[in-house]
């Protein structure tokens, strides 16, 4: 399950860049977001701009290559979208990944039918706030030296980041998370342990968006 994606409409669309999403890959999307990306406010799928060192790996100092769990690479442009993301504490980066179409699917297999069902009506409580990577989606707080935890997220094709990318604060994280079945969050732990063994147990994490 993937947060939703309120893009931006205000900048036109640059002709020189890569091509959009094409309809099998629009499909797909639908598929794995479970709602129709049309509907969601202000979005534009066909804005584009280079990845931000922001949404780089902190680990590679370069933009990720490949899906943390198939290693599909993933900069190629003519390979299908994929998400980003980071999660910082302290002003430093504490979990980052990148995960293709695909295997986000198979992840949202572990997502409970009664989280999906909370996790609808929490968003339709909300409303979207337009700040990009630098102020919280949810409440529209802005991000600051600061500002102790947060999580950056961003949908990308290849080499390109679509729309402007999201912020969530740790107080909206944390009314997120606390909306999951405890079965929605042990797959999320089994998906951070899965990928990043050197995690000590029972180490309080962020929710792990896809």
Do not use: W
């Amino acid at each position: 399950m993937i947060i939703p994606l309120a893009m931006s409409t205000e900048e036109p669309f640059d002709e020189n860049l890569p091509d959009p999403l094409n309809d099998e890959e629009m499909d797909e999307a639908r598929d794995f977001l479970e709602f129709d990306l049309e509907e969601i406010v202000g979005l534009n799928l066909f804005q584009s701009q280079e990845l931000p060192e922001e949404l780089h790996s902190n680990f590679s100092n370069s933009p990720f290559e490949k899906c943390i769990e198939c290693e599909r690479p993933l900069l190629n442009a003519d390979e299908s979208p994929y998400f980003i993301q980071k999660s910082c504490r302290d002003g430093e980066t504490i979990l980052e990944f990148a995960v293709c179409f695909e295997c986000g699917q198979r992840n949202d297999a572990g997502i409970s039918e009664d989280s999906k069902n909370a996790l609808e009506a929490f968003f339709q409580k909300i409303t979207v706030h337009q700040h990009g990577l630098y102020g919280c989606n949810f409440c529209g707080s802005e991000r600051t030296d600061d500002t102790k935890e947060y999580e950056v997220f961003a949908l990308a094709k290849g080499p390109m980041l679509v729309g402007p990318g999201h912020m969530i604060c740790e107080d909206c994280s944390s009314k997120l998370e606390s909306v999951l079945s405890v079965e929605t969050r042990k797959s999320m732990d089994d998906f951070v342990g899965r990928n990043f063994p050197g995690v000590p147990e029972g180490l309080l994490l962020p929710v792990t968006v896809f």
